[in-house]
Nanobody, 125 residues
Framework: QLQLVESGGGLVQPGGSLRLSCTAS????????IGWIRQAPGKERERISC????????NYADSVKGRFTISRDNSKNTAYLNMNSLTPEDTGVYYC??????????????????WGQGTQVSVSS
């Protein structure tokens, strides 16, 4: 069974940090681009960041540039999202998704093929 599982979400105070992980089972991630997509309460899903299959190309939404870092370890079949200087506006469910095209991840992440179930991130004092 092909599956992506996110972990690492939780409640954090403003200014804090979290590290999300996305681990694949049933397939290897090294052929896939990975995207992190956020859905805030009452809002549409928003692409946060994408990374290509080798890890050499990355892309970030303007709202997280300089605060979030996407990375991957193909030997562990896992991708990560390091989130620093969190604000209440970062609250939402964070999904990871995998697809063959880094370009499509950036342009339209809804086209990505495999999705995790999401992990909740809440930023509040």
């Amino acid at each position: 069974q092909l599956q992506l599982v996110e972990s690492g979400g939780g409640l954090v105070q403003p200014g804090g940090s979290l590290r999300l992980s996305c681990t694949a089972s049933g397939f290897t991630l090294d052929n896939y681009a990975i995207g992190w997509i956020r859905q805030a309460p009452g809002k549409e899903r928003e692409r946060i960041s994408c990374i290509n299959n080798s890890g050499h190309s990355t892309n970030y939404a303007d709202s997280v540039k300089g605060r979030f870092t996407i990375s991957r370890d193909n030997s562990k079949n896992t991708a990560y999202l390091n989130m620093n200087s969190l604000t209440p506006e970062d609250t939402g469910v964070y999904y990871c998704a995998a697809g063959y095209s880094f370009r499509l991840c950036v342009i339209n992440p809804t086209t990505l093929d495999y999705w995790g179930q999401g992990t909740q991130v809440s930023v509040s004092s």
